[in-house]
């Protein structure tokens, strides 16, 4: 039993291996701007990183920067994780598509496909959230598909399938918002596999499981912010109002789109992501999804549901690099593909399959076994030919991150400098001061510092700090400089790297003086 445990691991784990030995050819080996310095500062020390909090990536990621400490500094740790999630959700799928096509051939060729897919190598290359939501969604479905083929089976335990997809839904709900979009899809799914299921005892099971998950998992904010705070967090979760405030993510409320302004230039747009994911094999995708309904009817339902959905909400949803969102959309449509394949092979040899996914007319081993070769070749060879291009554009191990801005800037504030940052630099400057232990004597007052202390706007930080403390400014509106100059007297501090830092030397009406 075991040895054969370990020979069903075998390709996954060598698709996972062979995905992380490219991604780390590629990595970003040192601290970023924006999101990425956050992330890069909050999990090494267990904070509160923005709504939605993403608990489960900052514990995990607090846990793999203590494993990891022998690679290097914590930000170079927190990208290695993302290159490590997203090869193992490679590997993943390699075992969702075997179950879906009984082929571990087409498991590695959807596999190495979605390693090397665009999206999903860019996202291995720097620390993100969406990396782990990957693994995850590629988790969730491989124990619901086994799930299925396990209650067709008739095996006694199948429901524990059902069990550790719950687990692992609640994880994922604890990293990133994406899965509530999930959650109609999977109802439905389950529903499908056992229309009695609300009445048997698993079904408690579940609930019970789902809840325990996410509530432990939210606990970390409060936690963090009030018995144990954490030396970077967002917003007030030590509070009831707070806490909300960070789970349901209230501050990007208004992040959607009237879904009647240009319909058509969308679905361009999305047409166009595809083609630069897929190449050739986009035209395929739909094709592999009417594969998809005759072979696997109930996972067509979870799936095309799902990738219907997300795209749905990604497409009228504003914030940031949204490319990110269609992460599980991908992997949906790798496995569409694979299961095309299979139903090509079926088709070419006349073999059928019963609704319990057994070959009825097996045909012979030797001439399937080429046949399936053959055709996981034409799956992957589109990627295969894309791949020198795909690993230049990926690759950011030239990349320095915000290092030589953090140098430059660090090293031209002068001795206890009050700085009103915005988001982008202050994430990096946190790392500096928070994980490289440089510049304790600053004060960093990001436009969050300003609103989760009452601190004012930009203008009152200024004015309670000038004459006291220098005071330096990096905001992302240059228009806002220049109306502060009807105020005060600022200049650009230094050149090259330091373009966007300025220094309040006096007030227009020449009362007073910084420093």
């Known amino acids: ?35 990425t310095a956050e992330f890069q500062t909050v999990l090494p020390t267990l904070g509160i990183a923005h709504p939605t909090g ?3 990536y900052v514990i995990l990621g607090w846990l793999a920067n203590a494993i990891l400490a022998p690679l290097g500094d914590p930000a170079l740790r927190m990208n290695v994780l993302s290159a490590i999630m997203v090869a193992v959700a490679a590997g993943v799928t390699v075992a969702l598509v075997r179950r879906l096509t009984a082929s571990t051939l087409l498991g590695v060729a959807a596999g190495l496909g ?20 990957l693994l995850l969604v590629g988790l969730l479905f491989a124990l619901l598909v086994g799930w299925e083929d396990a209650r067709a089976a008739g095996r006694p335990a199948a429901d524990r399938w059902l069990v550790a997809a719950t687990l692992v839904f609640g994880l994922s709900v604890g990293n990133h918002s994406l899965t509530l979009l999930l959650a109609a899809p999977v109802g439905l799914f389950v529903l499908a596999v056992d229309p009695g299921i609300l009445r048997r005892r698993v079904a408690g099971a579940c609930v019970a499981v789902l809840a325990v998950t996410i509530t432990f998992l939210y606990l970390e904010l409060p936690l963090r912010a009030g018995a144990f705070p954490a030396p970077l967090m967002y917003g007030r979760p030590d509070t009831l109002e707070g806490f909300w405030y960070i789970v349901l993510a209230e501050q990007f409320r208004g992040s959607f789109v009237d879904p009647t302004v240009d319909p058509g230039g969308r679905i361009v747009a999305f047409i166009a992501l595809a083609e630069a994911q897929f190449g050739r094999l986009a035209l395929l995708v739909p094709v592999g999804f009417l594969a998809t309904a005759a072979q696997r009817p109930r996972y067509a339902l979870l799936s095309g549901l ?58 012979t081993g030797l001439v399937r076994g080429a046949a399936t070769a ?12 894309a791949l020198p291009g795909r690993f230049v554009a990926a690759d950011r191990s030239a990349d320095p991150g915000s290092r030589p801005w953090l140098d430059a800037t660090l090293a031209a504030f002068e001795p206890d400098a009050v700085v009103v940052s915005w988001w982008s630099y202050s994430t990096a400057l946190w790392y500096a001061q928070l994980i490289d232990g440089l510049r304790p004597d600053i004060w960093i007052v ?41 105020r005060y007297v600022i200049e650009r501090v230094g050149s090259g790297p330091l373009v966007d830092v300025f220094r309040v030397i006096a007030r227009a009406d020449g009362a007073g003086s910084g420093g």
């Open 446 to 486: 990001d436009d969050r510092t300003r609103l989760d202390h009452d601190l004012g706007d930009v203008i009152d930080v200024i004015d309670a700090n000038f004459g006291t403390r220098p005071v330096y400014l990096i905001r992302a509106d240059r228009g806002e400089i220049v109306r502060l100059r009807t």
């Open 374 to 385: 053959i055709v996981a070749l034409a799956l992957i060879a589109p990627t295969a030919l």
């Open 114 to 133: 979605l390693a090397a897919t665009p999206l999903v190598w860019g996202i291995s290359t720097h620390a993100d959230p969406h990396a782990l939501h």
């Open 1 to 35: 039993m075991r040895a054969a445990a370990a020979v069903f691991l075998v390709a996954p784990a060598l698709v996972a291996l062979v995905a992380l030995a490219g991604y780390v050819r590629t990595v970003m080996p040192g601290v970023g701007f924006w999101d």
């Open 306 to 363: 799902a990738l219907v959905i997300t795209v749905a909400f990604s497409a009228f949803y504003i914030n940031a690099e949204i490319g990110r969102y269609y992460l599980g959309s991908v992997l949906i449509a790798w496995t569409w593909l694979a299961i095309l394949g299979r139903a090509l092979i079926d088709g070419l040899l006349g073999l059928t399959r019963d609704e319990d996914h057994a070959v009825r007319r097996p045909g």
């Open 54 to 56: 993403f608990p489960t």
